[in-house]
């Protein structure tokens, strides 16, 4: 059973840093996409960012490019979110997922994605 339990969410103030963590067990995901979506209350859950299998092609949403990176460790059968200098729109719970299919180009598209985890709050207080 594939699970991605993501971690390293919490409560930061305005321009602070977090690193989240999505680990996969139950299949190894060496060879697909991997991506990252939030969801903000009230709003739809929106792309943030993906990587290739290998990490050499990231995607990032206009929102936070500049100051967040996506990076994996094949290794590890993980995906990391490193954001930057937060902001209070960037408040959400943050959903780590991996696309089954060993797709190229990487899509920002959420029904491409097949396993999701469950979420991890991250919080911006100004």
């Known amino acids: 059973q594939v699970q991605l339990v993501e971690s390293g969410g919490g409560l930061v103030q305005v321009g602070d840093s977090l690193r989240l963590s999505c680990a996969a067990s139950?299949?190894?995901?060496?060879?697909?996409?991997m991506g990252w979506f939030r969801q903000a209350p009230g709003k739809e859950r929106e792309f943030v960012a993906a990587i290739t299998w290998n990490g050499v092609y990231t995607r990032y949403a206009d929102s936070v490019k500049g100051r967040f990176t996506i990076s994996r460790d094949n290794a590890k059968n993980t995906v990391y979110l490193q954001m930057n200098s937060l902001k209070p729109e960037d408040a959400a719970v943050y959903y780590c997922a991996v696309d089954a299919i060993e797709r190229w180009p990487i899509s920002v598209l959420e029904s491409a994605y097949d396993y999701w985890g469950q979420g991890t709050q991250v919080t911006v207080s100004s």
């Open positions: 139950g299949r190894t995901f060496n060879k697909n996409p």
